[in-house]
T-cell receptor, first 117, second 115 residues
Framework: SQQGEEDPQALSIQEGENATMNCSYK?????LQWYRQNSGRGLVHLILIRSNEREKHSGRLRVTLDTSKKSSSLLITASRAADTASYFCAEESPTNAGGTSYGKLTFGQGTILTVHP | DTGVSQDPRHKITKRGQNVTFRCDPISEHNRLYWYRQTLGQGPEFLTY??????LEKSRLLSDRFSAERPKGSFSTLEIQRTEQGDSAMYLC?????WGQGGEQYFGPGTRLTVT
């Protein structure tokens, strides 16, 4: 079963506006990743934030991580019509007590973002 | 194009038939993952390989499902005696990491429809 919960389920904005998506998870993590999926390009990795990081930037993307609240947010600034897609958070959790992870991802249900030109 | 390919892209089969999907990961990647995605949901983990060893299987993977990765290169996922509930998109991903995981590169998926 999926652990992540994403909020909102759907978001509709105008081009140039910022879009914020939130993700909550239930267990401890090694890292949390964000992916984008659209019909044209499939599932594409956007950004990875490790459990000891609080904020990370990549171009127009900003990700924050609050391990005390078990939550993360993805901010897309100055959105474009081409950003229209589904966005998923995915947590990578330790596989054993030693903290080793083999890369298994647990995805949330996703946020459908529509950016209107 | 991430460099991960899957074949076929679409498969329509009748209930009770067997199907096999193939995934070709990025050549130097040591880890390969299979996920299943149904409409409106995020991908769900099925199984993964490190080189040729299958290290974990989800309980979603019933005994009708089997996956292999001979020689640590391409992988196949076989579903025997398909059921309508098997209809989904089957995604393959690969990564090159040692120790903790990281970015995964996904293929375009195989959409299975069981009639």
């Amino acid at each position: 079963s999926q652990q992540g919960e994403e909020d909102p389920q759907a978001l509709s904005i105008q081009e140039g506006e910022n879009a914020t998506m939130n993700c909550s998870y239930k267990t401890s993590i090694n890292n949390l990743q964000w992916y984008r999926q659209n019909s044209g390009r499939g599932l594409v990795h956007l950004i990875l934030i490790r459990s000891n990081e609080r904020e990370k930037h990549s171009g127009r993307l900003r990700v924050t991580l609050d391990t005390s609240k078990k939550s993360s947010s993805l901010l897309i600034t100055a959105s474009r019509a081409a950003d229209t897609a589904s966005y998923f958070c995915a947590e990578e959790s330790p596989t054993n007590a030693g903290g080793t992870s083999y890369g298994k991802l647990t995805f949330g249900q996703g946020t459908i973002l529509t950016v209107h030109p | 194009d991430t460099g991960v390919s899957q074949d076929p892209r679409h498969k329509i089969t009748k209930r009770g038939q067997n199907v096999t999907f193939r995934c070709d990961p990025i050549s130097e990647h040591n880890r390969l993952y299979w996920y299943r995605q149904t409409l409106g949901q995020g991908p769900e983990f099925l199984t993964y390989f490190q080189n040729e060893a299958q290290l974990e299987k989800s309980r979603l993977l019933s005994d009708r499902f089997s996956a292999e990765r001979p020689k640590g290169s391409f992988s196949t996922l076989e579903i025997q005696r398909t059921e309508q509930g098997d209809s989904a998109m089957y995604l393959c991903a690969s990564s090159l990491v040692w120790g903790q995981g990281g970015e995964q590169y996904f293929g375009p998926g195989t959409r299975l429809t069981v009639t």
